[in-house]
C-alpha cells in the first residue's frame, strides 16, 4: 500500500470485449481512441514506430489489471496523476519485480524488473479497484530515460510535471539518484520552470533565454503590466531593460473574439512603453532571428544600449 491513495472513476468504457482491442484482454469504444493522424504522427518519434491510438491512461490501467501486482510508471503513470501534455504515443511501462523484462507494443506493455521503490508508490482506487502508481518524481525519472536524451524534451516534460503535478525539482532530483546521471539531471532541472502552460512555451522560453543571454538582459516569467491600476495582461516572458513582452498563442486564440481582446492588448501595452511580440507554432522558428533583430535595432551603432532613450 503507498503512502498516498486516492478514489477515483475510470473516465474511459474498458470492457472484455468491444470495438477496438488495446490490451491482450480489454476493448475500447472507437470514439474513446485518438485521431488515427495524431497516433500516426507521433509514431515516428517512437522507436519502434508504434502507433498508439489508445489514450496512454487507459491502456496503462487496462495492462495494470492484466499483470497484477505491477506498479504502473513513466508515461502511463503520468497520465494517470492528470499531465495533460506529452504522454502519449509511448509504450506503457509496468515495474514487476519478479517479471521478465519486455519490450511494448500495440497490446503489450513494455516491463522492467527495477524502477520503483516502496516509499514512490501511489494507490489509485479507480472504480473500487486498486492501481499501484509510481509517484509523479518517480514517474517522471522512468519517462526521462524512455526518451531522448536531449534538452529540449527532457525540459519540456519537467516544466509540464513541476507545473501541472506540482512536482518539486528536490523531489525529481532525489527520484533520480542511481537511475539518470546526476550532471545530466542537474542540468536540466537548472533549465527547467513551472510557469509554461504548454510545451511550446517551454520552447519559446528556452529560445528567448538564449537570445535574451547574449544581449545581457534580464528575462522575467508571467510578468504582469498594469494600465492607471488595471491589469491589462500578463506576458508570459518579459525582457525587462527593453520592455519586450513575448506571447505564445495557442490554439484558442485562433478564435474571432480572441484575436479582438488580444489587438486591445497590444494596443494598451504599447501605450505603457512595451513592444509585444507574439508567436504561434508556425512563427516559433523565426523567433530567435526576429528577437535578435529587434534588440539590435535598440542599440546605437556604437554597440552601447538604448534601453529606456
Same mark, same amino acid.
Given at each position: 500500500?503507498?503512502?498516498?491513495?486516492?478514489?477515483?472513476?475510470?473516465?474511459?468504457?474498458?470492457?472484455?470485449?468491444?470495438?477496438?482491442?488495446?490490451?491482450?484482454?480489454?476493448?475500447?469504444?472507437?470514439?474513446?481512441?485518438?485521431?488515427?493522424?495524431?497516433?500516426?504522427?507521433?509514431?515516428?518519434?517512437?522507436?519502434?514506430?508504434?502507433?498508439?491510438?489508445?489514450?496512454?491512461?487507459?491502456?496503462?490501467?487496462?495492462?495494470?489489471?492484466?499483470?497484477?501486482?505491477?506498479?504502473?510508471?513513466?508515461?502511463? !503513470?503520468?497520465?494517470?496523476?492528470?499531465?495533460?501534455?506529452?504522454?502519449?504515443?509511448?509504450?506503457?511501462?509496468?515495474? !514487476?519485480?519478479?517479471?521478465?523484462?519486455?519490450?511494448?507494443?500495440?497490446?503489450?506493455?513494455?516491463?522492467?524488473?527495477?524502477?520503483?521503490?516502496?516509499?514512490?508508490?501511489?494507490?489509485?482506487?479507480?472504480?473500487?479497484?486498486?492501481?499501484?502508481?509510481?509517484?509523479?518524481?518517480?514517474?517522471?525519472?522512468?519517462?526521462?530515460?524512455?526518451?531522448?536524451?536531449?534538452?529540449?524534451?527532457?525540459?519540456?516534460?519537467?516544466?509540464?510535471?513541476?507545473?501541472?503535478?506540482?512536482?518539486?525539482?528536490?523531489?525529481?532530483?532525489?527520484?533520480?539518484?542511481?537511475?539518470?546521471?546526476?550532471?545530466?539531471?542537474?542540468?536540466?532541472?537548472?533549465?527547467?520552470?513551472?510557469?509554461?502552460?504548454?510545451?511550446?512555451?517551454?520552447?519559446?522560453?528556452?529560445?528567448?533565454?538564449?537570445?535574451?543571454?547574449?544581449?545581457?538582459?534580464?528575462?522575467?516569467?508571467?510578468?504582469?503590466?498594469?494600465?492607471?491600476?488595471?491589469?491589462?495582461?500578463?506576458?508570459?516572458?518579459?525582457?525587462?531593460?527593453?520592455?519586450?513582452?513575448?506571447?505564445?498563442?495557442?490554439?484558442?486564440?485562433?478564435?474571432?473574439?480572441?484575436?479582438?481582446?488580444?489587438?486591445?492588448?497590444?494596443?494598451?501595452?504599447?501605450?505603457?512603453?512595451?513592444?509585444?511580440?507574439?508567436?504561434?507554432?508556425?512563427?516559433?522558428?523565426?523567433?530567435?532571428?526576429?528577437?535578435?533583430?529587434?534588440?539590435?535595432?535598440?542599440?546605437?551603432?556604437?554597440?552601447?544600449?538604448?534601453?529606456?532613450?
Amino acid at each position: 500500500m503507498g503512502m498516498h491513495s486516492f478514489h477515483v472513476d475510470c473516465p474511459w468504457s474498458l470492457s472484455r470485449d468491444g470495438e477496438v482491442r488495446i490490451s491482450r484482454r480489454h476493448y475500447l469504444p472507437e470514439a474513446e481512441l485518438l485521431p488515427a493522424d495524431e497516433a500516426n504522427l507521433r509514431a515516428r518519434a517512437h522507436p519502434r514506430g508504434v502507433a498508439y491510438r489508445a489514450p496512454a491512461g487507459a491502456r496503462a490501467l487496462a495492462h495494470a489489471v492484466e499483470n497484477p501486482g505491477c506498479v504502473i510508471s513513466g508515461f502511463g !503513470a503520468l497520465a494517470l496523476h492528470g499531465l495533460p501534455y506529452l504522454v502519449e504515443g509511448h509504450d506503457t511501462l509496468l515495474v !514487476a519485480p519478479r517479471a521478465t523484462n519486455q519490450v511494448g507494443d500495440e497490446h503489450r506493455p513494455a516491463v522492467r524488473r527495477r524502477g520503483c521503490r516502496p516509499s514512490e508508490v501511489w494507490t489509485f482506487h479507480i472504480n473500487g479497484y486498486p492501481f499501484r502508481v509510481a509517484c509523479p518524481a518517480a514517474a517522471t525519472i522512468q519517462a526521462l530515460k524512455e526518451i531522448p536524451r536531449e534538452e529540449l524534451p527532457a525540459v519540456q516534460l519537467l516544466d509540464c510535471v513541476r507545473r501541472f503535478l506540482g512536482a518539486q525539482p528536490s523531489e525529481i532530483f532525489d527520484a533520480g539518484r542511481h537511475r539518470l546521471s546526476k550532471e545530466w539531471l542537474q542540468h536540466i532541472l537548472r533549465l527547467s520552470s513551472p510557469h509554461p502552460d504548454s510545451p511550446k512555451e517551454t520552447e519559446m522560453r528556452l529560445l528567448v533565454e538564449e537570445v535574451a543571454n547574449r544581449f545581457g538582459l534580464t528575462v522575467r516569467e508571467q510578468h504582469p503590466v498594469h494600465q492607471s491600476g488595471r491589469l491589462i495582461t500578463v506576458f508570459d516572458l518579459a525582457l525587462i531593460e527593453p520592455r519586450v513582452g513575448i506571447m505564445y498563442d495557442g490554439r484558442h486564440h485562433w478564435d474571432y473574439q480572441q484575436r479582438q481582446k488580444d489587438a486591445l492588448i497590444n494596443l494598451d501595452v504599447t501605450a505603457e512603453g512595451w513592444t509585444p511580440l507574439r508567436f504561434s507554432s508556425g512563427t516559433l522558428p523565426e523567433l530567435p532571428a526576429r528577437l535578435e533583430r529587434l534588440l539590435s535595432d535598440k542599440y546605437r551603432a556604437g554597440g552601447k544600449p538604448t534601453w529606456g532613450k
